[in-house]
């Protein structure tokens, strides 16, 4: 004890980094979006103590522990997933060409009814070791119903940032086994909450699941904004994803399914609204007037034939939108730059309202992957770009292949030429989850093999296997 106070009083006084990351080219993200050439980053523990570039006088740098060198390299904050299922890792590709509803019934509600805690920690440790593989650093991750507490275990093990909701559904569309009283959802989460939020300094959060308005009574939704107003989480909410859903929901409330939300006090800043692909003008108009967040899923929404989110207009609207790759079973992926790149795509599709092709940027996707994201978590103070004072949370890519080459648009390449395989070494809260590929806190291979033959045995359990 002794022995670490003095290495603690020592590093303050000779003021000894923990790291340094020289000579990469980074991608700040900051207030001005500088690209600085031959910067060096300073860590000190989990925050960045400094970044000096390459023009500036280096000796500021102070020695570090641990030097790496990332000539040849581009950094950029890491990646900010603003919506995933890591519960739905083990269901990759289970099924195809179907629609949201009938993908529910027939597969992911008899799958996450068929898993135990371990089949949750195995499926959500796999789902984020291929997240940190490919570049993200924090995610917003909403779970089943149950055994909710395996997903923070895997988070805390792994080293991820992640906000984890429960999945809290309460009606009798819900299978028995997904459906929960409404007291019983409620006492759930707040168990959670006590229990998780803000563990490992921080690292780890909780928020408010609602799944979707039909899963939900209004009596639920109320109650989860009034304890969202009362303790400031957040809210984490499927919406206005598939055109059968929102017709469902006219005919249940006579309202569109965002208006409704809106009456029930969950359109707001501390909303995650996830999908919005079938919005009215005037739902737009109530998302921008409240400063409720978008998240964006085109992967998803393009593979469950759900529509496209209509980003261009959201942005004419100043509505901050984010982007996420919501579960392995929709996508079938985990890896942020295949659906920045879809992301930036589907939104040139020509023959979409007010839609110009200028519209969205590689530099616009690259904000709603890293300082739009972390300000839909309410978390812009602390993650989201490369800056002095901010958690030190890292990407570094290797961009010198053949399939990136030659570099003329260090922003075009990173958004339309590249995918997760070039991220190389991942930092998360100072601390090196990934390092030349390799996973530091978890073994790979055991994983893989443990993944398997438990996602075999949740598709034998819950009889949805091929027939053949
Ligand atoms: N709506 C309700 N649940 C889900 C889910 O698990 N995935 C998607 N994409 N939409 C949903
Ligand atoms: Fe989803």
Redesign the pocket.
């Known amino acids: 004890m002794l022995l670490l106070i003095a290495i603690k009083t020592i590093r303050i006084w000779w003021i000894l980094a923990s790291l340094e990351i020289k000579n990469g080219l980074v991608i700040t993200m900051d207030p001005a979006r500088r690209i600085l050439k031959g910067a060096s980053i300073i860590v000190e523990d989990d925050r960045i103590l400094n970044v000096i570039a390459s023009s500036e006088n280096s000796t500021e740098a102070p020695a570090a522990d641990k030097v790496m060198d990332a000539a040849g390299m581009i950094v950029i904050p890491g990646l900010v997933d603003c919506h995933v ?1 890591t519960v ?1 890792t083990l269901f990759r590709g289970i099924c195809d060409n179907l629609e ?1 509803l009938p993908w ?1 019934q027939k597969y ?1 509600y008899p799958m996450e009814s068929a898993m135990d805690s371990e089949d949750v920690y195995t499926s959500s440790l796999a789902g984020y070791a291929e997240m940190i593989k490919s570049g993200t650093t924090t995610c917003a991750d ?1 779970q089943s119903v149950r055994h909710t507490d395996s997903a923070f275990e895997a988070a805390g093990k792994i080293g991820i940032r992640s906000l984890i909701a429960k ?1 809290m559904m309460d009606q009798d569309i819900i299978p028995e086994s997904l459906q929960e009283d409404t007291s019983t959802s409620i006492a759930e989460s707040m168990k959670l909450y006590r229990k998780w939020h803000q563990a490992e300094d921080g690292r780890l959060r909780c928020m408010l699941g609602p ?2 308005l ?2 939900c009574s209004e009596k639920l939704l109320g109650e989860v904004a009034q304890i969202s107003n009362q303790t400031g989480m957040s809210v984490h909410i ?1 919406a206005a ?1 598939n055109s059968t ?1 929102v017709k469902n929901d006219i005919e249940k409330y006579g309202k569109r399914t965002v208006e409704k939300l809106h009456d029930l006090g969950l359109v707001g800043a501390k909303s995650l609204l ?2 919005c692909v079938h919005l009215s003008d005037r739902e737009i108009g109530l998302i921008a007037e409240e400063n409720a967040n978008v998240v964006h ?1 085109p992967s ?1 929404n393009l593979k ?1 034939a759900s529509g496209i989110c209509p980003v261009p207009r959201l942005m004419q609207s100043q509505v901050n939108v984010t982007v996420g790759v ?2 392995a ?2 996508n079938d992926n985990l890896d942020m730059f295949k659906d920045m790149k879809l992301a930036s795509l589907v939104s040139k599709i020509s023959g979409q309202p007010q839609v110009q092709v200028s519209s969205v940027s590689a530099m616009n996707i690259l904000e709603m992957a890293t300082v739009n994201g972390a300000r839909a978590l309410g978390m812009q103070d602390e993650i989201g770009s490369i800056e002095k004072g901010k958690k030190a949370d890292l990407t570094i890519l290797n961009m010198r292949n053949a399939e990136t080459t030659p570099m003329l648009d260090v922003l075009n390449q990173i958004i339309y030429s590249t995918d997760g395989h070039a991220v190389k070494t991942v930092i998360i809260d100072g601390k090196i989850v990934m390092e030349n590929r390799h996973l530091t806190t978890v073994d790979e291979d055991a994983l893989v093999q443990k993944a398997q033959s438990r996602a075999e045995k949740i598709v034998e359990k819950a009889g949805v296997g091929k027939k053949s």
Do not use: K, N, T, Y
């Open positions: 299922h739905q949201l529910l992911i909403m999945s799944r979707f039909q899963g499927h994803e859903e996830v999908h899923c998803s469950l919501d579960g079973a929709c």
